[in-house]
Antibody, heavy 117, light 107 residues
Framework: EVQLVESGGRLVQPGGSLRLSCAAS????????MNWVRQAPGRGLEWVSY????????YYADSVKGRFTISRDNARNLVYLHMDSLRAEDTAVYYC??????????WGQGTLVTVSS | DIQMTQSPSSLSASVRDRVTITCRAS??????LSWYQQRPGKAPKRLIY???NLESGVPSRFSGSGSGTYFTLTINGLQPEDFATYYC?????????FGQGTKVEIK
């Protein structure tokens, strides 16, 4: 069974940094592209970042470009989202997702990031 | 960026009703269109990919159609567990944008 488990979300002050992790299991992690998607309280879904299996291609939403960094460790089946210069508008549940057939077939349960003083 | 416009933003329906949600892309997305269901407090779940392919395990009352820039999600015979928010998403290019969502509520 495919499982994605996010962790690392917490309350952080504006301007602070945070690293989210996503632990993958139940599939051959090193052949799949992965994404981060977020959802602000009461709002819709916003794609954040994408990384291919070999890390050669990485994309970011304009709203996080220059502040967030996606990476992965294929030996440990982990994908990360390092977030710097956090703003109140980054407050959201962050989901890790797997890309299959140009679509997001599996989602984690999400981890909540709250940016507030 | 490709804009995805869903309509309606919300609707009220009864059990056993037929419901149709539309999603329009601002340019041709070559059928790289997915539909997701999100129940309150839960992660989204994929229903449809490549515009019309049903995810394994998803009931056959869900169907997707369309091409180019216009797509629909239809639920034939709404069930109590279908009351949720539905999102379309294009993965033709980056950023992989979502529609704003359609909330299906009980009438």
């Amino acid at each position: 069974e495919v499982q994605l488990v996010e962790s690392g979300g917490r309350l952080v002050q504006p301007g602070g940094s945070l690293r989210l992790s996503c632990a993958a299991s139940g599939f051959t992690f090193n052949i799949y592209s992965m994404n981060w998607v977020r959802q602000a309280p009461g709002r819709g879904l916003e794609w954040v970042s994408y990384i291919t299996s070999d890390t050669r291609t990485i994309y970011y939403a304009d709203s996080v470009k220059g502040r967030f960094t996606i990476s992965r460790d294929n030996a440990r089946n982990l994908v990360y989202l390092h977030m710097d210069s956090l703003r109140a508008e980054d407050t959201a549940v962050y989901y890790c997702t797997r890309s299959v057939e140009y679509s997001f077939d599996s989602w984690g349960q999400g981890t909540l990031v709250t940016v507030s003083s | 960026d490709i804009q995805m416009t869903q309509s309606p933003s919300s609707l009220s329906a009864s059990v056993r009703d037929r419901v149709t949600i539309t999603c329009r892309a601002s340019q041709n997305i070559n059928n790289r269109l997915s539909w997701y269901q999100q129940r309150p407090g839960k992660a989204p779940k994929r229903l449809i990919y490549y515009a019309s392919n049903l995810e394994s395990g998803v009931p056959s009352r869900f169907s997707g159609s369309g091409s180019g820039t216009y797509f629909t999600l239809t639920i034939n015979g709404l069930q109590p567990e279908d009351f949720a928010t539905y999102y379309c998403q294009q993965t033709f290019n980056s950023p992989q944008t979502f529609g704003q969502g359609t909330k299906v509520e009980i009438k």
